[in-house]
């Protein structure tokens, strides 16, 4: 297998193969993140990813999951995203499920006949990272789409029957957009009625745009109590059904974990535990990406 560069991938594919089909994010301008700022983007030949996959069929013999790299592989072309699917249904016989990270944009340049045709293929799941459902938020970050944009390509993964796994950034609306932040997501999220909610809590980042506006006093990090507020105004407002919700990346201050609606209320709770001052939250040093 050859890597090119630090290679990402989300925690529930920590025992996955990883297959880097393009080499950075073809948007790589969000102002938070700096995953692929080395990266010159490009889609690799795919002679290259073939033999990836014939060596790794040569070293593992038996894979279960295998998630497609690197920032959004969705946006291959489809012909070219069903060669790759197909040659691993051809090696990987037991390979229960692929996994890929996708924009809003790429999502909506496949039809949903091509999404249902890359679900038959294998594409068991798809990360999107939606990060807010507030407009001012996603535009002050530079995500380069609007929410109406992020619930139509939410919409088209849930209707393909694809798993949709959505990733938000609890504090990147910064101090004066606690309430925004938190009743904006939960309106998106629940128009989208994803499969899975992931929250990661925002990071200093140094050589990002919204590090050096915290430097200078533009942007203001919230602290974990005021973290823990906005996560429970989004628990209070969201509206969803039978959905994995989970708080408990490297980056956040204190672990949370249930299933939508039914835990709405043991993770209020637990939240309510912490602001009261009874939980000790993770040291800024402990955090993670």
């Not at 050096?212 to 533009?218: C, L, P, R």
Request: net charge neutral.
């Amino acid at each position: 297998m050859r890597y090119e560069g630090i290679v990402y991938r989300p925690p529930s594919e920590a025992y996955s193969l990883i297959v880097q089909v393009t080499i950075g994010c073809s948007h790589n301008g969000c102002s938070f993140c700096n995953m692929y700022k080395e990266k010159k983007f490009r889609v690799r030949e795919l002679e290259e990813i073939m033999e990836d996959l014939e060596q790794a069929k040569l070293k593992y013999g038996v894979v279960k999951k295998i998630f497609l790299a690197d920032g959004d592989a969705l946006v291959l072309e489809t012909n070219k995203l069903k060669k790759i699917l197909l040659k691993i249904k051809e090696l990987f016989p037991g390979c229960e499920r692929v996994g890929i990270y996708a924009t809003p944009n790429d999502i909506l340049r496949k039809s949903l006949k091509e999404l249902c045709e890359l679900k038959d293929l294998g594409i068991g799941i798809l990360y999107l990272g939606v990060e807010s459902g507030s407009n001012e938020i996603l535009k002050s970050i530079n995500k380069g789409v609007t929410t109406q944009e992020m619930i139509m390509a939410g919409y088209r993964v849930k209707e393909s029957g694809i798993k949709l796994s959505t990733t938000l950034i609890s504090g990147i609306g910064g101090k004066e957009k606690i309430s925004e932040n938190a009743k904006e997501s939960a309106k998106l999220i629940s128009a989208i009625n994803p499969d899975f909610i992931g929250f990661l809590t925002l990071m200093l980042e140094p050589g990002t745009p919204i590090y050096e506006d915290i430097q200078s006093g533009a942007f203001k990090l919230l602290n974990p109590e005021e973290i823990m507020h906005e996560l429970k105004e989004f628990l209070q407002n969201v509206e969803v059904t039978n959905c994995i919700f989970r708080s408990n990346h490297a980056s956040n201050y204190m672990p949370l974990a249930g299933t939508l609606p039914g835990d709405k209320e043991k993770l209020l709770n637990d939240i309510d535990f912490a602001l009261k001052g009874k939980y000790k939250y993770k040291k800024e040093e402990y955090r993670r990406l």
